[in-house]
């Protein structure tokens, strides 16, 4: 009997789940007037067409700052900013987990590696539209330590598609000005791996538009216990006492010290998975979060938007503020 | 006091389901008779309830007080004890649906920072229900509850600290449920606070091993070092692996990797263990030698963690929209699903608890499966 309770029970919830709001955000899905092809490389100048109208963007082409009233500002890159959102509104530094691509390979009968593949397009879009609108920081969740329990075939392939990924992209990270920093306990990557994301650091450690910070093997609760390390060797050097230990000294031992904004303002997750999953955890510590029921795959233009529009119709008090 | 804007009815039904059985109603014997009827239908959704698996803990953000209070043009003040009783009901419902631990937050650190009337008002508040908590027909003994308070208590007026200490006391040898009272807390603080503790243990081992202590367990330390390179070095997958198909479920979890961690990490010389979600890893690290730091570990800060007294929560309910941690359980939350009703706190009900636990029995069974696949 109460068997038959509980299914019926799940079975009541399943139908009013179906019936629900589909996304946890508040905020009215956006509409954009422009549809940008992110499968395209941006360096080779995406063509955009707005109204059949083909609007040359091109990385390369500076377009002039216009300032009309009622009319989104068109920055450097091209891609103006949605009537709905406001420039003044916008975060600084947006973190990112990039979930759902095994799912979303496992949906269209394809091997996870697919899905892996996958993941870059909605990435180099994202990538582009922080630098187009002002975001200063984007920081994403590319491979957790729990990640290292997959099986070994996947693991390597991560691995690898990275290195590749890492390599044919640079050009276009040197064009675009943008700083790549690794955070993550990278001993444990393959030696190719670490030297490639040694010369990427390198390359672009003078670049300012945007700074990108991929978590490579990164967990939030590894990133205190190496910050708790480096505390007491400074504490045994004699560098500073036990009693001066407090939140600054700390957070300046954590991986996130390779930015001026360490802490994330927006934490956008898709694939519906409500959790922060041991990502940047003293560093989420006031970051509104969006959860979109999207793959990370499917991720696109309109889901970022929408990510935006939520967060700038959030209010932040910080604990005190009324 | 209102809870709903449904109808007449619904409306009635909640403030039904609400009233607790020991609760004298007021308007006859309908009332009486209504008041019974939805006892007995919570006890049923309870019991279908109970036929799935259950949170071993769920941990609330008790958010909306103030905005209640100014939507029901309230005086200052009132919004926090209309919190207060929702607040009880709610531990009511969670400990007859036999979940074990709750823990709310009550005052962060930030708070501090709000008008001295406000904050002053709070205190006063908190010291008066602590008090009422401790009496004979209180809700704290008629579950058998342990209470803790978690935070910095030295940042609390004198005679919220006197109060809280003595309930803690009063109450420590209770053992049916907990309940965990954060207040004056926050998690930045908290691991600050494992941090120093931490550095301070192991500054104390420096001191102990620069005595002399540490060379009597020199040859067992050797050989159990040879063990775990030999069998893990190579194979740290399926060492973890193989202590992961051991777990079944949060609370196991931690107990196992406090056990395994605690067994190795002062027999060995020359690995690190350190533990991601209840994954233990064996890596390379310098030798131990005399004066050298000894390596700080994930559970030494675990240990220290001001809610080390508790399993991780299962659940964290956010109530009032808002999508944020506001450093709440930054670390004990990293795997925690998290939702955040619309409803203001002093309007959460019977309706969102059940919804909550629905949602976690649907996803535990997700990630049940998903832990079979490793």
Redesign the interface.
């Known amino acids: 009997m ?2 038959l ?2 299914r019926f ?2 079975f009541c ?1 399943k139908v009013a789940s179906r019936r629900a709001a589909p996304s ?1 955000s ?1 905020s009215k899905r956006s509409s954009s007037s422009l549809s940008i092809s992110w499968l395209s490389s941006p360096s080779r100048g995406t063509s955009v067409r707005k109204d059949d109208a083909p609007v040359s963007t091109g990385i390369t082409a500076s377009v002039p700052y216009v300032s009309r009233k009622g009319v989104s500002p068109v920055v450097e890159c091209g891609v103006p900013m949605p009537a709905e959102l406001r420039e003044e509104l916008m975060p600084k530094h947006v973190a990112v987990i990039m979930d759902g691509n095994r799912r979303w390979a496992k949906m269209r009968g394809l091997p996870p590696s697919e899905g892996h593949v996958a993941l870059v397009p909605p990435l180099r879009m994202v990538v582009k539209l922080c630098l187009c609108w002002g975001i200063k920081v984007l920081t994403v969740f590319a491979f957790s ?2 990640n ?3 099986p ?1 075939l996947e693991v390597d392939f991560l691995f690898s598609h990275f290195e590749r990924t890492a390599n044919s992209e640079i050009e276009a990270i040197m064009r675009e000005r943008i700083k790549i920093t690794v955070i993550g306990d990278t ?2 990557l393959p030696k190719s791996l670490q030297k490639t994301i040694t010369i990427i650091e390198e390359k672009t450690k003078d670049n300012s538009r945007l700074h990108l910070i991929m978590a490579i093997n990164y ?4 990133d ?2 190496q ?3 480096s ?3 400074k ?2 050097d004699g560098i500073i006492h ?2 001066d ?3 600054n000294i ?1 957070e300046k031992e954590l991986k996130t010290n390779c930015t001026e904004l360490p802490y994330p303002d927006l934490l956008i997750r898709t694939s519906g ?7 940047l ?2 560093q ?8 979109h029921k999207k793959l990370w795959p499917d991720f696109g233009k309109d889901e970022f938007v929408e990510a935006l529009k939520s967060f700038q119709q ?1 209010q932040r008090r ?3 503020l ?1 | 006091m209102k809870f709903s804007s449904h109808t007449g009815l619904s409306q009635t039904l909640q403030v039904s389901l609400l009233n607790t059985p020991m609760q004298k109603s007021s308007g006859g014997i309908t009332s009486h008779l209504l008041g019974g009827l939805c006892c007995y239908l919570r006890r049923c959704i309870f019991s279908v309830l109970s036929v799935g698996p259950l949170p071993n803990h769920i941990t609330f953000i008790m958010d909306g007080n103030r905005r209640f209070a100014k939507k029901r043009n309230l005086g200052e003040g009132d919004g926090h004890k209309a919190g207060f009783s929702a607040l009880l009901s709610i531990l009511r419902y969670c400990y007859e649906l036999g979940i074990k631990y709750v823990s709310v937050y009550a005052f962060s650190i930030d708070n501090f920072r709000r008008k001295p009337k406000e904050v002053q008002s709070v205190m006063d508040l908190m010291r008066e229900k602590i008090e009422e908590l401790l009496q004979q027909e209180s809700i704290i003994n008629e579950y058998g509850i342990r209470i803790h308070f978690i935070g910095n208590m030295q940042l609390l007026t004198e005679p919220v600290r006197v109060a809280a200490e003595k309930a803690m006391r009063v109450t420590a040898n209770n053992q049916e449920r907990v309940l965990l009272i954060c207040i004056a807390y926050t998690s930045t603080d908290e691991i600050v606070h494992a941090v120093q503790e931490s550095c301070k243990d192991k500054w104390n081992q420096i001191q102990a091993s620069k005595e002399g202590k540490v060379s009597n367990g020199g040859s067992k330390i050797n050989g159990l070092d040879l063990h775990f390179r030999d069998s893990c070095r190579d194979n740290a997958t399926e060492a973890c692996s193989s202590l992961h198909k051991g777990v079944k479920d949060a609370g196991e979890k931690d107990a196992l990797l406090e056990q395994n961690s605690e067994k190795h990490s002062d027999n060995y010389s020359e690995g690190e263990i350190t533990s991601c979600n209840g994954i233990v890893e064996i890596t390379e690290e310098r030798k131990y030698k005399q004066g050298e730091t000894a390596s700080i570990k994930l559970v030494d800060i675990e240990k220290h963690m001001y809610m080390a007294v508790a399993p991780d929560p299962d659940i964290l309910i956010r109530t009032s929209g808002e999508d944020r941690l506001s450093n709440f359980l930054l670390w004990q939350t990293s795997a925690c699903p998290l939702y955040a009703p619309k409803v203001l706190w002093p309007e959460i009900g019977l309706r969102h608890l059940v919804w909550v636990v629905l949602n976690f029995q649907r996803h535990h069974f997700y990630l049940e499966k998903k832990k079979k696949q490793f």
Do not use: D, P
């Not at chain 1, 967990?219 to 590894?222: D, I």
């Not at chain 1, 989420?284 to 959860?291: C, G, I, M, P, R």
């Open positions: 109460t068997f309770s509980c029970a799940i919830f946890r508040s330590t729990e290292l329990l997959r070994k001993s444990k967990g939030g609760k590894y205190i216990v910050a708790c390390k505390v007491a060797k504490v045994q036990l009693e230990i407090n939140e700390v998975e409500l959790r922060v999953s041991n990502f955890l003293w989420l510590a006031y970051t509104e979060f969006f959860f959030r910080y604990g005190f009324s």
